[in-house]
């Protein structure tokens, strides 16, 4: 896989290269109750979730709201990472859904609803497609493929919509700005260089 060097980052080039921007209709939130761990969190992001369940406890369905009072916001998974808490072994303890059958996050919508005033929403879902990996000394950022995403690939592509442009929020509450500023710059040299 190819990567480029961003400060103390190795970015994967699906991240320039790839077209990329959610799209709820078509997936419905699946990544949200697919797959067989639940999302990356720090111990630092697990007790900021804790310290506002009362708020959003009463979105979230019966099961999960036990899931968590029993176990915690979050567990190890197989590989020794702490990750939110699951219900049935697959879905985010913090799914919600709406009556089309789409699936958002408690903590999102207790934000949007004004009922959160601050954001404890983990990085790695807001960054999501992407997924970080920390190696001694530097960080790789890397685009995780997965078929439920193709609508988003789909319309991007639509759009002119690249997924580090999309994911511009996530990357700079992450990195930084002057690092964004840094990929962007990159990318840009890159996919000018790749179409001559």
């Given at each position: 896989m190819s990567?480029?060097?961003?400060?103390?980052?190795?970015?994967?080039?699906?991240?320039?290269?790839?077209?990329?921007?959610?799209?709820?209709?078509?997936?419905l939130g699946a990544c949200c109750i697919d797959g067989d761990e639940g999302a990356p969190v720090t111990k630092e992001e697990s007790a900021r979730i804790a310290e506002v369940l009362d708020i959003v406890e009463p979105m979230m369905s019966p099961a999960a709201v036990r899931e968590v009072r029993d176990n915690g916001v979050d567990y190890l998974d197989r590989e020794g990472d702490r990750v939110t808490a699951l219900v049935n072994?697959?879905?985010?303890a913090f799914t919600t859904r709406e009556a089309n059958g789409m699936c958002l996050c408690a903590l999102e919508k207790a934000l949007r609803a004004g009922t959160l005033d601050h954001d404890v929403k983990p990085i790695s879902c807001r960054l999501y497609p992407v997924r970080l990996k920390e190696y001694d000394g530097f960080t790789a950022v890397n685009l995780h493929r997965w078929k439920i995403c193709r609508p988003a690939e789909k319309l991007g592509r639509k759009l002119g919509v690249r997924a580090y442009e999309f994911l511009k929020g996530p990357l700079v509450a992450r990195f930084g700005q002057e690092w964004y500023d840094?990929?962007?710059?990159?990318?840009?040299?890159?996919?000018?260089q790749k179409s001559e």
């Amino acid at each position: 896989m190819s990567m480029l060097q961003i400060q103390d980052t190795l970015v994967s080039l699906d991240l320039i290269e790839r077209y990329f921007v959610c799209d709820l209709d078509a997936c419905l939130g699946a990544c949200c109750i697919d797959g067989d761990e639940g999302a990356p969190v720090t111990k630092e992001e697990s007790a900021r979730i804790a310290e506002v369940l009362d708020i959003v406890e009463p979105m979230m369905s019966p099961a999960a709201v036990r899931e968590v009072r029993d176990n915690g916001v979050d567990y190890l998974d197989r590989e020794g990472d702490r990750v939110t808490a699951l219900v049935n072994g697959c879905e985010c303890a913090f799914t919600t859904r709406e009556a089309n059958g789409m699936c958002l996050c408690a903590l999102e919508k207790a934000l949007r609803a004004g009922t959160l005033d601050h954001d404890v929403k983990p990085i790695s879902c807001r960054l999501y497609p992407v997924r970080l990996k920390e190696y001694d000394g530097f960080t790789a950022v890397n685009l995780h493929r997965w078929k439920i995403c193709r609508p988003a690939e789909k319309l991007g592509r639509k759009l002119g919509v690249r997924a580090y442009e999309f994911l511009k929020g996530p990357l700079v509450a992450r990195f930084g700005q002057e690092w964004y500023d840094e990929l962007d710059f990159t990318a840009k040299e890159y996919l000018k260089q790749k179409s001559e």
